[in-house]
């Protein structure tokens, strides 16, 4: 029926348009070259394409920075080229989402430019403009309204001697964040959207709407490491953020015959506000993105490293599991473009390259909820070796080491070691579709470097070669798309007595599927006594090799009983 949850049984893939493939040869990826490269999707099995931001931008953060909503940016095609990719995914029986980056635009949307200019504008208080904290020289550091910091580097407020006031943004300072309490603001977001969807596309994927409510108070916040305030608590979960998502879900999405997909970015989401917001009778979205099982390498914020615990990631997952279980619904990600490759940080990239890709595929994409591909993630593309600064193009990194560097004296090589491991480009080079130079993704000169493991790790390689993680990611989701028990059997954790061995149940009907998975390098046997090799549907390992009782490193054994 038209109102079934279609995305329930999908998998999604997203795609990061300027590293995706490149028709025009000018470095940077575009929407004809993810055109040409549909085949291949839906030969993998994908459902759903999301986009990354393709409007135009001064493209400050790669996109995340809108400043015309209604248009693609020329670096990308033409709003004709969009049109022929949503028909072209749709003959193929795929569909497509776009992001949605409504929290903030980019300083030079005309609502900004015209906001900040004049008082008088009519989009004047659609940003949040405070004047300078009581007693203190407005524009002098110390005078901001109050003490958040921005997530890309220093005070949340920038001075605007124009208007003699301050603008919020909880990024960069060319993301101004919009007011949402402003109705007129809501307004032009809702019909923006809407035109969106009779332009025939999906859903929408909403950069950080978790944040698009702020307690008008604005309160200071709990001082971090860089002696500014911690925002958080007042716009992570503000007064009127189910008002406001409610009054979208009446606006845009009610009144229409068809269901979309809808998944929230929401960094800080707790799994009851994540239940809430995902809720089949009363939730406004059909999913969120949480973000507590990729912090589980990070030590308070994102650029201290620790180990991840196998313990620390089966209670994180299997907490959000049953939280969301019968009346929410989860999404399932390892990557995204702000992630590094999982691979590198979970798994182990050079060993264990091709055991460790599938295992952890195999873990993610068997639990209850939508599962996400982030582009390359189906070849084991793995986190980049970047020799030095001049290799980094990412706003947070760029960021990060000035702080670093200039403002807390640490070693330029100790901070680059931590961009190494931690910074969003690692999953932000080029998509490698084969050996050639350029990996097959331009014949130009890239917008940022190619990983040299190209020339082993590959589209090419991989498609069509039994054994390789490409074919294994087919297997993998051509099993959800077969076994109802995967879409829709509940989750219930298993204790083996073994640290190392992630395993889990799930069940639907008469039907039990079991998932054993070893999530180290060192082989581990354990008691089990239910599981034969008859009823073995998927492995990453010829199942003659080891004993029933015994797992190889990184070797996982679904059965279906
Ligand atoms: O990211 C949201 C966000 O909170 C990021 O700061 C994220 O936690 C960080 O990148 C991790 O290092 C979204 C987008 O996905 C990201 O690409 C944008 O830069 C950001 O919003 C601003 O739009």
Same mark, same amino acid.
């Given at each position: 029926s038209e109102n079934e949850a279609w995305w329930k049984s999908a998998v999604v893939y997203q795609i990061y348009p300027r590293s995706f493939a490149d028709s025009d040869n000018d470095g940077i990826g575009d929407l004809p070259g993810?055109? /040409?490269?549909?085949?291949?999707?839906?030969?993998?099995?994908?459902?759903?394409?999301?986009?990354?931001? !393709?409007?135009?931008?001064?493209?400050?953060?790669?996109?995340?920075? +809108?400043?015309?909503?209604?248009?693609?940016?020329?670096?990308f095609g033409t709003l004709e080229d969009l049109d022929r990719l949503i028909a072209a995914v749709h003959v193929r029986g795929m569909r497509l989402i776009m992001d949605l980056v409504v929290?903030?635009?980019?300083?030079?949307?005309?609502?900004?430019?015209?906001?900040? %200019?004049?008082?008088?504008?009519?989009?004047?208080?659609?940003?949040?403009?405070?004047? %300078?904290?009581?007693?203190? !020289? #407005?524009?002098?550091?110390?005078?901001?309204? &109050? =003490?958040?910091? #921005?997530?890309?580097?220093?005070?949340?407020?920038?001075?605007?001697?124009?208007?003699?006031?301050?603008?919020?943004?909880?990024? %960069?300072?060319?993301?101004?964040?919009? =007011?949402?309490? &402003?109705?007129?603001?809501?307004?032009?977001?809702?019909?923006?959207?809407?035109?969106?969807?009779?332009?025939?596309?999906?859903?929408?994927?909403? /950069?950080?709407? &978790?944040?698009?409510?702020?307690?008008?108070?604005?309160?200071?916040?709990?001082?971090?490491?860089?002696?500014?305030?911690?925002?958080?608590?007042?716009?992570?979960?503000?007064?009127?953020?189910?008002?406001?998502? %409610?009054?979208?879900?009446?606006?845009?999405?009610?009144?229409? $015959?068809?269901?979309?997909?809808? !998944?929230?970015?929401?960094?800080? +989401?707790? $799994?009851?506000?994540?239940?809430?917001?995902?809720?089949?009778?009363?939730?406004?979205?059909?999913?969120?993105?949480?973000?507590?099982?990729?912090?589980?390498d990070a030590d308070g914020d994102k650029w201290t490293q620790r180990r991840m615990s196998i313990n620390d990631l089966r209670d994180t997952l299997a907490k959000w599991q049953t939280a969301l279980g019968d009346s929410g619904w989860n999404s399932l990600y390892w990557n995204n473009h702000d992630q590094p490759r999982v691979i590198s940080r979970y798994g182990n990239d050079t060993t264990y390259w091709r055991e460790s890709a599938t295992a952890l595929a195999t873990v993610l994409h068997l639990h209850r909820g939508t599962p996400y591909v982030y582009q390359g993630e189906e070849i084991g593309m793995t986190n980049a070796p970047f020799a #030095?600064?001049?290799?980094?193009?990412?706003?947070?990194?760029?960021?990060?080491?000035?702080?670093? +560097?200039?403002?807390?004296?640490?070693?330029?090589?100790? !901070?680059?070691?931590t961009l190494r491991r931690r910074s969003r480009d690692n999953s932000r080079t080029p998509m490698q579709w084969s050996a050639v130079p350029g990996a097959g993704f331009t014949t130009g000169s890239p917008w940022i470097g190619v990983n040299p493991n190209h020339s082993w790790l590959n589209v090419a390689a991989q498609r069509g070669t039994p054994g390789s993680i490409y074919e294994y990611y087919r297997a993998l989701i051509a099993l959800r798309h077969r076994l109802p028990v995967v879409v829709d059997g509940n989750f219930v954790a298993v204790h083996t007595g073994r640290d190392q061995i992630y395993a889990f149940r799930r069940h639907l009907g008469n039907t039990t599927l079991t998932v054993h998975a070893n999530l180290s390098d060192l082989p581990v046997s354990f008691d089990r006594d239910d599981l034969t090799a008859r009823d073995l549907v998927l492995t990453n390992y010829t199942p003659s090799r080891s004993g029933p009782g015994r797992l190889e490193p990184w070797e996982v054994r679904v059965h279906v009983l």
């Open positions: 993810i055109v /040409d490269q549909l085949d291949y999707l839906q030969e993998l099995g994908i459902d759903v394409i999301w986009l990354s931001p !393709v409007y135009r931008s001064p493209q400050q953060d790669n996109g995340y920075d +809108v400043s015309d909503y209604q248009d693609v940016d020329p670096l929290n903030h635009t980019s300083d030079q949307h005309p609502w900004f430019l015209a906001s900040r %200019a004049s008082r008088e504008a009519p989009t004047s208080d659609w940003y949040f403009w405070r004047d %300078a904290r009581p007693g203190t !020289v #407005a524009g002098e550091a110390g005078s901001e309204p &109050n =003490n958040w910091g #921005a997530s890309f580097g220093g005070s949340a407020w920038e001075w605007v001697p124009e208007r003699g006031q301050y603008y919020l943004h909880l990024f %960069a300072p060319s993301q101004p964040d919009l =007011n949402w309490d &402003n109705p007129d603001t809501r307004e032009a977001i809702f019909a923006m959207m809407n035109w969106w969807l009779d332009r025939g596309i999906d859903g929408f994927r909403m /950069d950080v709407i &978790n944040f698009i409510s702020k307690d008008p108070e604005m309160p200071d916040g709990p001082l971090n490491r860089d002696g500014y305030g911690d925002g958080m608590p007042y716009f992570s979960y503000g007064p009127k953020i189910h008002a406001y998502l %409610a009054e979208m879900k009446r606006r845009v999405f009610d009144p229409r $015959p068809d269901t979309y997909l809808t !998944v929230g970015e929401m960094p800080g +989401v707790t $799994p009851e506000q994540a239940r809430e917001f995902t809720d089949r009778e009363h939730g406004q979205l059909a999913m969120v993105f949480q973000y507590e099982h990729v912090f589980l #030095a600064l001049d290799d980094f193009r990412d706003i947070e990194s760029l960021d990060y080491y000035a702080k670093a +560097v200039g403002t807390h004296l640490e070693e330029p090589s100790d !901070v680059l070691d």
